[in-house]
């Protein structure tokens, strides 16, 4: 396998998606999430306990969503970061549950907490459902 440099895997800003095998096949629209630094370091409820750094449970990612710091409640990257942050430290603490507590949970709570587009409304499921998380990964 070819080894790639960690700066092409960068998503600064990002929630980052990727396929889990077998579930995404029969349900496309369901897949693994994470949420990326302002330096695009990944950030994913990985299991009970864990959010893992640059290590995506299911490999790296397949599509993005782009998303805007200046729509971030607060001053732009340290309150994206602190947000990102807060949310990790949060589900470090929480057991992993796959049908109500999960990496689309991490994300939407990261999102909340920064009260990204001005809202706190964000949740697994309109995250899961969100038609803006359709761009493929850079090659």
């Known amino acids: 396998q070819k080894e790639y440099p960690p700066e092409l895997f960068r998503y600064p800003y990002c929630i980052v998606w990727t396929p889990i095998p077998i579930l995404s096949w029969l349900l496309p629209f369901i897949g693994h999430m994470g949420i990326c630094t302002s330096a695009g370091v990944i950030r994913d409820f990985a299991g009970s306990y864990l959010v893992s750094e ?9 599509k993005y969503w782009k998303l805007d710091v200046d729509k ?5 990257s340290a309150a994206w970061d602190k947000a990102v942050h807060d949310a990790s430290e949060e589900y470090k ?10 990496c689309h949970s991490h994300v939407a ?30 090659t």
């Open 54 to 62: 640059d290590n995506m449970a299911f490999g790296r990612p397949t």
């Open 72 to 76: 971030v409640c607060g001053t732009g």
């Open 93 to 102: 603490c929480r057991p992993h549950n796959l049908c109500c507590d999960n």
């Open 109 to 138: 709570r990261a999102l909340n907490l920064m009260r990204y587009d001005n809202r706190t409304s964000w949740n697994m499921v309109n995250l899961c459902l969100n038609p803006l998380i359709i761009l493929p990964r850079p």
